[in-house]
């Protein structure tokens, strides 16, 4: 494996380090607790402040996201591992401006009960705080039987519109109101073509062979629902949309953002060979594609693969993704 | 030994930790398998802390003063679902414990059922779902069951987690990570009950 670093436990401070150096007009960085990443003129006032967070390895999420018209602090873990609540209290109190504040956790074990933790915490210092599960992955059946479904890149779209609603100054029930119709209305499905590997463990997180594809793989390198073999990429983005369909059923004229993301180690040209795909299959249906986005923006390090992210939008959703941003990784209107 | 004190508390908790650097990679790959393969890794910077604040403590700290540094520390520092479940499984026996000088056998087994119930509070989780819960559930039994002797309830416990961290091997795991494999993930162990099966072994082994 190779892997341009410095020090395998070093990966996360020194890539901190360097968005920090890259952004410093967009943010400013905490290093104790590590870390939080605060945007610039945190806490805006009046505004509700988003906080959101999660294991390393996803970049550009989450830090990728602070700015106007998104996050107002994100909270990096180590490698695919939740941050603690020590860091995430202290972004709750570095972004509330006395109108409460928003925690988008996408649901894994870990990230749940550590931000359950910062905030009860935060409580108890007088800080309102709300929470909003992002579980937008339809490869992982919903029951009793699992920890439920996991938050992927649909993630995303919860922060961006959210983030939207708080800076037009909604109130902390509204914006954690619209955040949860955005995690109802949005599904997610990935697949992977080769593993990743997390420096430290120094080995891929599982094995794939040369003319193998995981179906339904998770965002952690955490192995998918099935495994088949490799098929053409039309083919593939059929397997991926079709159960999002069936889970969300879409009537003819319903509107629609795709988001083609890819997982790290599938180049862009590769995306918009799934993209292409994927909305011949909406116009084949009468779904109207509303908004598209194409890119790397929810990552599970190096891995290869992509996952396809089907968003039903009303008017207002759609003037909340269209609002001005202006983030590291994602900018517009600004 | 009649029972057991803060100086026995700091020596098992430095066996741990020296336990866990060891096993370290056997943890993370246990993980790989059916998680996202940063267990040893996590727990190893948890206790890795633990010991760096074990010297500020006053010399003559009580059993219950010990454990709550030690899940404090954890829940500040490991992350993941092992640091809010380990932090509360020690902060819930560190209430227990109170501020006793000394853990009898019928205290000690105070300490182990507060633990268990916390992570279940915590997680969620029941026996059978693969989880660390399947070795502390057996555990906390057989210490309540093992009789009044202090080295008896060690022993008991950590025989007891061993082979309930042995018995998840089959199982489907219905929480966590592990849970999203469904059928797959049987035919490995739970690296959660394997640490939990560490930490009583070590606690058993200090003398």
Known sequence: MKKLINDPAKTVDEGVAGFAAAHSDLVRVIVDPPFVIARADAPVPGKVGLVSGGGSGHEPLHAGFVGYGMLDAAVPGAMFTSPTPDPILEATKQV???AGVLHIVKNYTGDVLNFETAADLALAEGIEVQSVIVDDDVAVKDSLYTAGRRGVAGTLLVEKIAGAAAERGDSLDRVAEIARRVNSQVRSMGLALAPCTVPHAGEPSFELAE???EIGIGIHGEPGRERIALEPADRLVDRLIEPILEDMPLAKDDRVVLLVNGMGGTP????????????????????????????SFVTSLEMQGASITLLKVDDELLDLYDAPVQTAALRWGR | MSGLDGAWTRRWIEAIAAEV?????ELTSLDRAIGDGDHGENLDRGFQAVLGKLDALE???APGAVLKLVATTLISTVGGAAGPL????FLKGAMAAGDRAELDARALVEVLTAARDGIVARGKAEPGDKTMVDAWSPAVDAAAAAGDDVRGVLEAAASAAEEGAAATEPLVAHKGRASYLGERAAGHR??????????LRAAAATS
């Open chain 2, 59 to 61: 010399a003559d700290a």
């Open chain 1, 268 to 295: 862009q040209s590769e995306l918009y060979i799934v993209f292409r795909r994927a909305a011949e299959v909406l116009a084949e249906r009468g779904i109207t594609l509303a908004r598209s986005l194409v890119g």
């Open chain 1, 96 to 98: 509330d401006a006395g």
């Open chain 2, 190 to 199: 739970d690296p959660g009950a394997e640490s939990t099966a560490l930490i």
């Open chain 2, 21 to 25: 650097a060891a096993r370290k990679s």
């Open chain 1, 211 to 213: 003319d193998e594809v």
């Open chain 2, 86 to 89: 380990y932090g509360t499984a």
